[in-house]
Nanobody
């Protein structure tokens, strides 16, 4: 089992930045591919970013490419999502997810463990 806890969300003006953190506990963190997803009110859950166990492979959703950066620190059992140039359309609940394998994927069905989610609100 892997337990995930997100932090760093909140309210920010358009054009601003936030960094989300995902603290993991339980099984050895470094063996898990990690992902970030988001869900806006009334919409489905969308892929945001993913990273392999080593950090050597990263993937991004089209709407966040060039603005968001995913990273991880296996020594700290933590994954991060740096979000720059935020837009009102980025407003959503953001979820951290972990896989039972080292490879990262872009579909939510590929993840075994989920955090509780954290709200990010971008005002115009």
């Amino acid at each position: 089992q892997v337990q995930l806890v997100e932090s760093g969300g909140g309210l920010v003006q358009a054009g601003g930045s936030l960094r989300l953190s995902c603290a993991a506990s339980g099984r050895t963190f470094g063996r898990n591919g990690m992902g970030w997803f988001r869900q806006a009110p009334g919409k489905g859950r969308d892929f945001v970013a993913a990273i392999s166990w080593s950090g050597g492979s990263t993937y991004y959703g089209d709407s966040v490419k060039g603005r968001f950066t995913i990273s991880r620190d296996n020594a700290k059992n933590t994954a991060y999502l740096q979000m720059n140039s935020l837009k009102p359309a980025d407003t959503a609940v953001y979820y951290c997810a972990a896989r039972g394998t080292r490879v990262a994927v872009t579909t939510d069905t590929g993840y075994d463990y989920w955090g509780q989610g954290i709200q990010v609100t971008v005002s115009s």
